[in-house]
């Protein structure tokens, strides 16, 4: 276990949105601050500092969830990070980006995400890819995390799927 502390935590998700051109699902990730619609487990994500869209935007994440104490207590904890864009490409339909600061037992994480169509043509549907690189998250096992990850673009290929095509 000790080892397993010292090494940096790097990976890398995917998965297939189908029915939608990589240029499409760009449009839902762009918007940086945005990202509450898509994500499953964040109630609010809202500018902090900077320019939309600029690289040095930071932005505020956070998850509201009941208090794990007691069933019966109204408290609720309020999980939190704050997030900023370190770089944009439109062209290439990529960002990346770093905690800054966050009350989740982070130290240092940088992910990017990326988009890109299946196929040359990007009419069979596309793919979004995030990777990352981090130090262990206190209270996590590697494995929890790879799990989280792969939940989360799920719930995000399949939510875009359901409300883009069926609006479209």
């Known amino acids: 276990m000790a080892e ?18 990589a240029d499409r699902v760009w449009l839902c990730l762009e918007d940086f601050c945005d990202f509450h619609k898509w994500h499953p487990n964040l109630d609010t994500c809202y500018l902090v500092e900077g320019v939309p869209g600029q690289p040095g935007l930071v932005r505020y994440c956070a998850s509201t969830n009941p208090s794990s104490q007691s ?30 600061d966050n009350n989740l037992g982070i130290n240092t994480y940088v992910a990017t995400i990326k988009v890109y169509p299946v196929d040359g043509d990007g009419e069979n549907g596309s793919i979004i890819e995030w990777s990352y690189v981090a130090d262990p998250f206190e209270g996590w096992k590697r494995e929890d995390f790879v799990s989280y990850l792969d939940s989360c673009l799920q719930f995000m290929a399949r939510k875009m799927e359901h409300d883009l095509i069926q609006t479209a």
């Open 4 to 21: 397993e502390t010292q090494h940096k935590w790097e990976g890398k998700a995917r998965i297939e949105v189908a029915g939608l051109t």
């Open 71 to 100: 069933q019966a207590s109204d408290e609720v904890t309020i999980r939190w990070a704050k997030e900023k864009l370190i770089m944009i490409d439109p062209i290439q339909r990529c960002f990346s980006y770093e905690v800054t």
